[in-house]
């Protein structure tokens, strides 16, 4: 694989400005419980765990890049690892692969996500991606194609 095409997810519309982020009352669950705003952050939340349950059947969890399981999408289990990795619960984030198809998904802070597409993916994958995340509510901020091997640089940063 020579380059990956990497989508970023998020509950926002648009790239937060700084004051956006700092005044943002649900940047994080953290925030969103000091600010009593649990409820709005709920709501995000439930739109990435829709969404990941809608990908396949089954996914491939990876915590702390090393250990792995295959979870049953609609389990409780599997519910359990996003909402730890989605909540950034002591730098935990959730890495999923959807052996079905060519997606991996790398939890990131503030609401956003990072998909990785192998470059070679249909474009009618591409498309069925696009209206799910859009399905759900959530927001493709930005799509690029990457050198893989500065991908897995930019991991490792």
Known sequence: MENVRVLTVSIFD?????KEGS????????TAVENHA?????????KFINLY???????????????????LTNSVEFKSYLIK?????????????????????RGG?????????????????????????SLNGLFILEDTVMDYKEY????EE
Not at 14 to 18: G, K, N
Not at 120 to 132: G, M, P
Request: with cysteine; charged share 30%; proline share 1%.
């Open 14 to 18: 648009h790239w937060l400005t700084e």
């Open 23 to 30: 005044d943002c009352e649900i940047m994080n669950y953290s």
């Open 38 to 46: 649990l409820d709005k952050y709920l709501i995000g939340e439930n």
């Open 53 to 71: 349950a809608s990908l396949g059947d089954k996914a491939i969890c990876y915590l702390d890049n090393e250990k792995k399981n295959v979870l």
């Open 85 to 105: 990795g989605l909540r950034e619960k002591q730098f935990h984030f959730h890495h999923i692969i959807y052996p079905t198809k060519d997606i991996t998904i």
């Open 109 to 133: 802070y503030d609401r956003t996500d990072l998909f990785i597409l192998d470059e070679r993916i249909n474009i009618c994958d591409v498309s069925i991606l696009y209206e799910a995340v």
């Open 152 to 155: 897995v640089k930019s991991c």
